[in-house]
């Protein structure tokens, strides 16, 4: 069955960087994109981009323009997320969700990421 | 940038129909996604393509979209139902989210 396994939680300080994996089983890794979501506590979900796996193609959300890198190992079926400049209001929960359908038909467990001093 | 407004909150008694409406400009004219989320737990794929029910989803969970807003609609909601509900859709290469309805069953 398809399924996404993502990293960790963590704990940063304000301004460090943090990185976020995804691997993905159970289907063919190159033949969907994968969105990158994050949900902040007690918040709704935001949109933060998405990457083609194959390589090439990403689209961030103009709010983490300059902030965020998405990247695919195809090797390893695995999709990483890093978020650069972190400050407190990034505290939240990372998703990785698989696109179909012109949705997310699949989603990864959630990491939750928190920016503290 | 595009926006879906949806109400922050909806109350349904069991065994009846919930109705939680996703609005925006033209949406109709464009795809809608809805999404459950219950507390602690990722979001789950309930509609897409305005209509469409992945495997696995009730039949009770169905979809619309005409003019500027989409409803997903649960008929005969059981108290399974309560959670966070999203719509979800594209406008640019951008995927946007609605803020959330929090469906109670009481």
């Known amino acids: 069955q398809v399924q996404l396994e993502q990293s960790g939680a963590e704990v940063k300080k304000p301004g460090a960087s943090v990185k976020v994996s995804c691997k993905a089983s159970?289907?063919?890794?190159?033949?969907?994109?994968m969105h990158w979501v994050r949900q902040a506590p007690g918040q709704g979900l935001e949109w933060m981009g998405i990457i083609n796996p194959s390589g090439g193609y990403r689209n961030y959300a103009q709010k983490f323009q300059g902030r965020v890198t998405m990247t695919s190992d195809t090797s390893t079926s695995t999709v990483h997320m890093e978020l650069s400049s972190l400050r407190s209001e990034d505290t939240a929960v990372y998703y990785c969700a698989r696109e179909q359908y012109q949705g997310a038909s699949c989603w990864g467990q959630g990491t939750l990421v928190t920016v503290s001093s | 940038s595009y926006e879906l407004t949806q109400p922050p909150s909806v109350s349904v008694s069991p065994g009846q129909t919930a109705s939680i409406t996703c609005s925006g400009n033209?949406?109709?004219?464009?795809?809608v996604c809805w999404y459950q989320q219950k507390p602690g737990q990722s979001p789950v794929l309930v509609i897409y393509?305005?209509?469409k029910r992945p495997s696995g989803i009730p039949e009770r969970f169905s979809g619309s979209n005409s003019g500027n807003t989409a409803t997903l609609t649960i008929s005969g909601t059981q108290a399974m139902d309560e959670a966070d509900y999203y719509c979800?859709?594209?406008?640019?290469?951008?995927?946007?989210f609605g803020g959330g309805t929090k469906l109670t069953v009481l």
């Open positions: 033209k949406l109709g004219d464009k795809y």
């Open positions: 159970g289907y063919n890794f190159t033949s969907h994109h």
């Open positions: 979800q859709t594209w406008d640019s290469s951008i995927v946007v």
């Open positions: 393509q305005d209509t």
